[in-house]
């Protein structure tokens, strides 16, 4: 029997059907799509909604990437043996031979490391034999005259990560600004001030009408405000006056953050303010001459809190990442242990990914200096000197719970010294 077999076309669904329009209609450009629910019919913009719940989230996971660009300056010598052996000598070691001369170089970079590599840890070498099963002889290997420190303890012993936002300010926190290169002189080269008297300030350079004033920090200043200058008696006036700022920046990149210019011309006649490079001096902001009581803007350090502790985070290399600088290392003829072909490392940049284990939360219960919701949270690095080598704490700071004058106390090494050359 043949059978009758019919091609229905597109818009029938089935073959005596009335024709209609199935075709399905998909709009790729979209965030638009329709949803059902019952008789009514829902358009739900995945944009705004993604946008609304990221707005009601309290849950801020914290993470990023560091680059640790730094040169070793540190150099000295040292009469405890274990980093005595391990210092990135001035010369090839031939300097030291029989105790003819001091064994001086620089600190190893693993004493700045945010990843230590002299680390302690167990090995597995295998053991051949004719039994049948796992032949296995333990070992340790790395470091056995200092300090162990194991693969996990590695991100933790020289720097400690904290997450911290600014709660409060302080004017009066007492500063030094100085200038490199000779013996300083107050007023000069080196100046202390409180951090309400503003920001420091040198002469960088005079050149026809104009004084070059440098800041080492951002001044925040434009173009037709004026500045007050405290802190120096200019030649022929006394100090605290107030001039405009008649250009920012000079001819290199990014200038406009540091440098102010100022015309000569709106000093009186026989007033100076110093030499190139000399005269230091604090700055301040100020919008208004005709009130400038008012509009001097005020300046402070901040005050920061933690939370979290140094534990609260992991640290790891980046993978398929090579930095841009090379490694400074080398191998010298003959340590101060009398070891030959020692390979020795001055510096190693490194780049490293952090993460902090834990959400943070934006709470209604956390405020400012200014006395609203944070709207910076800082990830803050801490030189915690696990080894002890430079007085302690390097900086001051506030509220940062990482221990106390008395943590040294006990360990084999504390009495040991590393003297600057």
Known sequence: MEENKEILLPNKR???AEEQDLTLQVNLESSESLMRLGDRDIVLDLEKLFNKERQDSIDYKIYGKMKMVFRNMYSGDTPYDYLSE?????????NGLNGANRFTGFLPYDEFAFLRRDLRRQINTPVSGTTVGFNSNLSYTGPTGHTTISTMMA????????????Y???????????????????????????????????????????????????HGMKQGEYITLSGVTFTGAITGRTYQIDSVGNEFYDSEKYVINLSKSSFKSGITIGTDNKILFTGKRVLDVNNITNTTSSYYVHKHKTLTDSSHYIMDNVGFESPIFENEKKIIFEN?????DVLVERNRPESVLFDFKEPFQLTSELKNNLGYTPTEI???????????????????????????????????WQKSSFANS
Not at 86 to 94: E, I, S, V
Not at 188 to 217: A, H, M, Q
């Open 336 to 340: 101060s242990a009398g070891v030959n």
């Open 14 to 16: 089935y073959k005596k």
């Open 155 to 166: 991100p933790y012993h020289n720097w400690n990560l904290y997450l911290s936002y600014v």
């Open 168 to 218: 409060s300010g302080d004017s009066n926190y007492q500063m030094t600004y100085t200038l490199s290169g000779c013996t300083k002189t107050a007023g000069n080269n080196i100046i202390t001030f409180k951090s309400g008297d503003g920001i420091p300030f040198r002469v960088s350079y005079t050149v026809g009408n104009f004084y070059e004033l440098t800041s080492p920090i951002e």
């Open 86 to 94: 391990n210092l990135y000598l001035a010369g090839d070691g031939t």
């Open 378 to 412: 800082y990830v803050t690095t801490i030189f915690r000197n696990g080894n002890g080598y430079f007085n302690y704490p390097p900086k001051v700071g506030y509220k940062f719970r990482v221990g106390n004058k008395n943590w040294l106390h006990g360990h084999r």
